[in-house]
Structures are given as structure tokens and as C-alpha cells.
């Protein structure tokens, strides 16, 4: 039979995209239940806006459905609660990163436009339902992006202002 372990280390083999490190190693994967009709995976993602969600739920059902025998399959239930946090070891590998190379975390990456602006309209409607603030969304997107000060206000603008016009006046063009 299926060990939780078992299907854990299998886990190990997805990765996720925009982090580059497995979903276990980044503690995505919360708990795992061997059933005698298949596994559930209880497992959340980086962020409730995570662009890669559908990939990476996909490639943990199958690779987990792998290890079950013939007509099983493993389903996976996303939980954001509580909310997920870099693990105390991916902490730790980031600080030995840092000391090895004798200085502090490199500069992020400016935050692309076109992927900003995708995940804008998500992010505005999530804030307006009370679901994240925008100072959590901006915490998290500055994780992996360097946001300039037009797209955090953009970010914090009410839900009514055209986030063009807040890109202009931070600028100085908006009359």
C-alpha cells in the first residue's frame, strides 16, 4: 500500500515555476491522506493568485495517482488558511545564500508590466471583497518583483480609480 511518505517524496518532483523549488520543500503541501479509494492532498499555493495554480494542482494529482493502484487517483483540496509563509528551512537556505556570497539578497527584478497588469484586476477584486490588503498583496509581490511606486499605488487605489490615471499622476502627467 501507498505510504503518505511515499507519495510526499513523489511530490518532490513538482516544482513550482516561478520559484524553481518543489512544492514540499516549499511547504505547500500540508497534509495527505492514503484512503482506501485514492489519496487527498490538503495543500495551498504561494499566493491566491498564484498564475500556475491549475499546472501545479494537475502535476501533484497525477504524480501522486502514479503510486495508487489501478483506478485510484489522489485529488488535491487548496486551503489558503493560514495563509502560506516560506518555510523556517527555505529561510535558513536563503540566509546561507546571502552569507555565502558575502552580501545582502540580490535586487528583485522590476515587476513586468504586461504580468502586472494581468494580475492587477485580481488583485483590486480581492481587496474590495476584504479577502487581502493591499499592503499583504504588495508584501507578497515584493517577494520575487522590485514594484515601483506607480504600481503600489496602483495596488492600493480604490477599486474606482482607473489604474491609469494613478500610473499618470505618480508620474507627474495627470492633470
Request: aromatic share 6%; glycine share 4%.
Amino acid at each position: 500500500m501507498t505510504s503518505e511518505h511515499d507519495i510526499r517524496e513523489k511530490l518532490k518532483e513538482v516544482k513550482d515555476p516561478e520559484i524553481g523549488l518543489d512544492v514540499v520543500t516549499l511547504g505547500l503541501v500540508r497534509e495527505i491522506r492514503v484512503l482506501e479509494d485514492g489519496a487527498e492532498i490538503v495543500m495551498t499555493l504561494t499566493s491566491p493568485f498564484c498564475p500556475f495554480a491549475d499546472k501545479i494542482i494537475t502535476e501533484v494529482e497525477a504524480l501522486a495517482s502514479e503510486l495508487l493502484p489501478e483506478g485510484q487517483t489522489a485529488r488535491v483540496e487548496i486551503t489558503f488558511s493560514p495563509p502560506w509563509e516560506p518555510p523556517e528551512e527555505l529561510r535558513e537556505i536563503e540566509r546561507s545564500r546571502e552569507q555565502a556570497a558575502g552580501h545582502h539578497a540580490p535586487t528583485l527584478p522590476a515587476y513586468p508590466d504586461a504580468d502586472f497588469e494581468k494580475n492587477l484586476s485580481a488583485w483590486r477584486a480581492a481587496i474590495a471583497d476584504n479577502r487581502a490588503t493591499a499592503e499583504k498583496i504588495i508584501e507578497r509581490a515584493s517577494t520575487k518583483y522590485t514594484l515601483s511606486d506607480a504600481q503600489k499605488a496602483a495596488i492600493s487605489a480604490p477599486p474606482n480609480v482607473d489604474s491609469n490615471f494613478v500610473r499618470e499622476f505618480e508620474q507627474g502627467s495627470a492633470a
